[in-house]
């Protein structure tokens, strides 16, 4: 069974970091279909940031120059390191990725990480 868990959500104060983390379990991440996702309480949920095919990463404008994406293959691990947070960044995190298992991908979502930054 393909997995994916997050974790490092918290409550922080404005102009503070935090880094999130999503560990895949039963299957290896793809090389370009892992994301970030956010969902803000009444509001769609939303790309954050994501892997490109071509080895590149995709950051929301609203987040550009302050979240960083970043993966670790030997610990099967994808990172989401946040600074400068504004309250508006407030929102459950989710990590979304294909994972590699007994030759196919299978797309799957984390239960998501609650990130509250206060003014």
């Known amino acids: 069974q393909v997995q994916l868990v997050e974790s490092g959500g918290g409550l922080v104060q404005a102009g503070g970091s935090l880094r999130l983390s999503c560990a895949a379990s039963g299957g290896v991440f793809s090389s370009d279909v892992v994301g970030w996702y956010r969902q803000a309480p009444g509001k769609e949920r939303e790309l954050v940031a994501r892997f490109t095919s071509g080895g590149n990463t995709n950051y929301a404008d609203s987040v550009k120059g302050r979240f960083t994406m970043s993966r670790d293959n030997a610990k099967n691990m994808v990172y989401l390191q946040m600074n400068s947070l504004k309250p508006e960044d407030t929102a459950v995190y989710f990590c979304?990725?294909?994972?590699?298992?007994?030759?196919?991908?299978?797309?799957?979502w984390g239960q998501g990480t609650q990130v509250t930054v206060s003014p």
């Open positions: 979304n990725a294909n994972l590699y298992i007994r030759g196919a991908y299978w797309n799957a």
